[in-house]
């Protein structure tokens, strides 16, 4: 049955949400302040409407009509744009990579009747559902760790990186302290720290630094969980020269962000690739395990979507179905790893993706 749909934001990521969605037989409205969205989006049978997301009495009222919302903000608005959401009584998927912690608004969605999902992409997302699914396999997990990135198919110099999703963001993953989990204790340490290289056998060798995804996971009781960025050798250490000359402190990193836009916007043949690595250790029936799961995943030239659109876009999009359908109907606010512990949940958004071409591979030893 179509539902309406508004999607907030219609960036690289949010565009591609409501394309599969209105491909879904949804009716989708794109909310966004950039009218160059218009043209491409009417061509895609999409709706668009002008939207300044720092008004949140605007966005309030733009949400009424609709039956769903999906938040695909930069993370700086997320929070306030969740909360504004929830309190007009509208269930939401939300993929912003806010700061905060959106489940200190889980008493505002109960009070409010609705349901918000929240870090529904790829990781924070998709990862959290197979953490999530993995933990309730196990006996018990002694090591998880998550290895994840969005990277140029032909890296080129001098940065070897192109950016998937907004640079405001990435800049974020390299300052924001990284908390992980040592010893059963959580402790923060510096963003882009404890380089290793890791190998894949379609990519070759890439360095992997300490990053702040695990958000909600760091709930999970197991004792050692880190996350970590995934770039090609090269890069980290530019950006870490950058940072140690100051050029992210306060007063300079707007305009840092802003040079880096311009350097890792994309032009129309950087095809992208997602890379995501699950690895876990622990005891099942009795034995001691090791699992890993790898995805790979490459740019669409036939729709000409990125491939960090596609992971993250899709991902959200399957959640934004299972709630329309009322499969999962709690009220608060939930993450990925919530969904894990229902069979029919986690085979839903598995298919979903799969149906898409988006598939992990499994070994076990």
Not at 185 to 214: W, Y
Not at 332 to 341: I, K, N, Y
């Amino acid at each position: 049955m179509s539902s309406k749909i508004i999607v907030l934001g219609g960036g690289m990521i949010g565009s591609a949400i409501a394309r599969d969605l209105q491909e879904d037989n949804h009716t989708v409205t794109v909310a966004d302040i950039d009218q160059d969205l218009q043209e491409r989006l009417t061509l895609l049978g999409i709706n668009y409407v002008k939207l300044d997301f720092s008004d949140l009495n605007a966005v309030a009222e733009s949400v009424k009509s609709y039956d769903i919302v999906v938040g695909a903000v930069p993370g700086f608005m997320g929070y306030e744009i969740l909360r504004t959401v929830l309190k007009s009584r509208k269930n939401i998927v939300d993929i912003s990579f806010m700061h905060e912690d959106s489940r200190k608004l889980d008493s505002i969605a109960k009070i409010n009747g609705v349901s918000a999902i929240t870090d529904a992409g790829i990781a924070p997302g998709l990862s959290n559902l197979m953490f999530g699914r993995v933990f309730f396999e196990f006996d018990r997990i002694n090591s998880a760790k998550c290895f994840v990135g969005g990277l140029p198919l032909n890296p080129q110099p001098p940065w070897f990186y192109k950016s998937v999703f907004s640079p405001i963001d990435v800049v974020e993953e390299y300052t924001r302290p990284a908390r992980l989990v040592e010893n059963g204790k959580i402790i923060s340490k510096r963003a882009m720290t404890e380089i290793e290289p890791i190998v894949f056998k379609k990519v070759g060798i890439l360095d992997a630094f300490n990053s702040d995804g695990l958000r909600s996971l760091l709930d999970l009781p197991i004792p050692d969980m880190v996350e970590k960025t995934l770039r090609f050798p090269g890069h980290i250490q530019k950006i870490i020269k950058m940072r140690n000359n100051g050029l992210f402190e306060p007063d300079k990193i707007n305009e840092t962000a802003k040079s880096l836009k311009k350097e890792w916007t994309s032009s129309p043949k950087d095809y992208d690739q997602t890379i995501l690595r699950l690895k876990f250790e622990g005891v099942r029936n009795g034995n001691n395990i090791t699992e890993i799961y790898d995805l790979i995943d490459y740019y669409d030239k036939q729709k000409n979507i990125s491939s960090m659109a596609r992971t993250t876009g899709y991902t959200c999009a399957s959640v934004v179905n299972i709630l329309l359908s009322g499969t999962f109907s709690k009220k608060g606010v939930f993450t990925m790893e919530t969904l894990a512990s229902d069979s029919k949940l986690f085979d839903f958004i598995i298919s979903y993706l799969s149906n898409r071409n988006i598939q992990f591979e499994n070994s076990t030893f």
